[in-house]
């Protein structure tokens, strides 16, 4: 059974880091693609940054480039997103999740249950 | 960047059929998935590659994807299905942007 565990969040001041961890099971972890999903209270759902399986690629939406790393440890079979300088708006449940790729395809098939993240004063 | 309409409702008595249309550019030209999400829980796959089901996934809910529109049918809704449902496209040209539609609240009268 494919699990996803995410765990890091928290409350945190404006300006501040967070490290989000994702600890995967029950699939060979290296063989995904990896993202972390988020989604503000009361709003709907935004991709923030996905990874490729040996970590050689990385992509991010354009608000968290410069301020986010994703990262992965395939040996732990972990994801990682390490969040600085974080805003008010960067408030929202993070979700890990696996990304099913095809040459013109890319859907999440498996969510963790998310990890609520509060970035207030 | 592209951009995914959805209806903020759908209302729909137990038993009938519920549509709900996710509208893009050209949105035929790709893959569309759909997403269920009820309250307080993490997003479930539904429907992938406009009209596929994963495992463990009804046959009451099934998919189209045509023009500047895909749909998420729901037949013989259940009370059970009460969510909120959102589409999803992945734009290979543009940094692997994933992008989701705004959302629709499926009300089961």
């Known amino acids: 059974e494919v699990q996803l565990v995410e765990s890091g969040g928290g409350l945190v001041q404006p300006g501040g880091s967070l490290r989000l961890s994702c600890a995967a099971s029950?699939?060979?972890?290296?063989?995904?693609?990896m993202s972390w999903v988020r989604q503000a209270p009361g709003k709907g759902l935004e991709w923030v940054a996905n990874i490729k399986q040996d970590g050689s690629e990385k992509y991010y939406v354009d608000s968290v480039k410069g301020r986010f790393t994703i990262s992965r440890d395939n040996a732990k079979n972990s994801l990682y997103l390490q969040m600085n300088s974080l805003r008010a708006e960067d408030t929202a449940v993070y979700y890990c999740a696996r990304v099913e790729l095809t040459y013109d395809s890319a859907r999440f098939d498996y969510w963790g249950q998310g990890t609520l993240v509060t970035v207030s004063s | 960047s592209y951009v995914l309409t959805q209806p903020p409702s759908v209302s729909v008595a137990p038993g009938q059929t519920a549509r709900i249309t996710c509208g893009g550019n050209?949105?035929?030209?790709?893959?569309v998935h759909w997403y269920q999400q009820k309250p307080g829980q993490a997003p479930v796959l539904v429907v992938y590659d406009d009209s596929d089901r994963p495992s463990g996934i009804p046959e009451r809910f099934s998919g189209s994807n045509s023009g500047n529109t895909a749909t998420l049918t729901i037949s013989r809704v259940e009370a059970g299905d009460e969510a909120d449902y959102y589409c999803?496209?992945?734009?290979?040209?543009?940094?692997?942007?994933?992008?989701f539609g705004t959302g629709t609240k499926v009300t089961v009268l």
């Open positions: 050209n949105i035929g030209s790709k893959s």
């Open positions: 029950g699939f060979t972890f290296s063989s995904y693609w």
């Open positions: 999803q496209v992945w734009d290979s040209s543009s940094d692997h942007n994933y992008v």
